[in-house]
């Protein structure tokens, strides 16, 4: 079992920066594979950036790209969205998300990219973003 907690978020203005993080505790933070989605009033929850469990690999939704980056301190069982230029489109709940992964090379480079594949879910932080 796997418990996410999600904190950073805030009120800012657009063209600010933000760094999102997610603690998670119960296992080994190395052998999973964490992403982040955020879901907007009255739309779907949508993936943000993902990265492997060796954290060699990462994927970034379009609209993010070169503006948000994501990474991972395993000494600290914490992953981060740092989060720069925002804009009002960013406003949403951002969600922390992990999954478990087999061991071996293959498996530890693979990102996940789809809210079906992940298992475990922090409560979401809020992110606005005023223009």
């Known amino acids: 079992q796997v418990q996410l907690v999600e904190s950073g978020g805030g ?11 997610c603690a998670a505790s119960g296992r080994t933070f190395s052998g999973l594979a964490m ?13 943000v950036a993902a990265m492997s469990w ?14 948000f980056t994501i990474s991972r301190d ?13 804009k009002p489109e960013d406003t949403a709940v951002y969600y922390c998300a992990a999954r478990f992964v ?14 079906n594949d992940y298992a475990y879910w922090g409560q979401g932080t809020q992110v606005t973003v005023s223009s």
Do not use: C, H
């Open 74 to 86: 395993n000494a600290k069982n914490t992953v981060y969205l740092e989060m720069n230029s925002l």
């Open 11 to 21: 009120l800012v203005q657009a063209g600010d920066s933000l760094r999102l993080s």
């Open 102 to 115: 087999p061991s071996g090379t293959y498996y530890s480079n693979i990102v996940y990219y789809r809210a």
């Open 54 to 67: 060796s954290g060699g690999r990462t994927y970034y939704e379009d609209s993010v790209k070169g503006r």
């Open 35 to 47: 992403g982040w989605f955020r879901q907007a009033p009255g739309k779907e929850r949508e993936f």
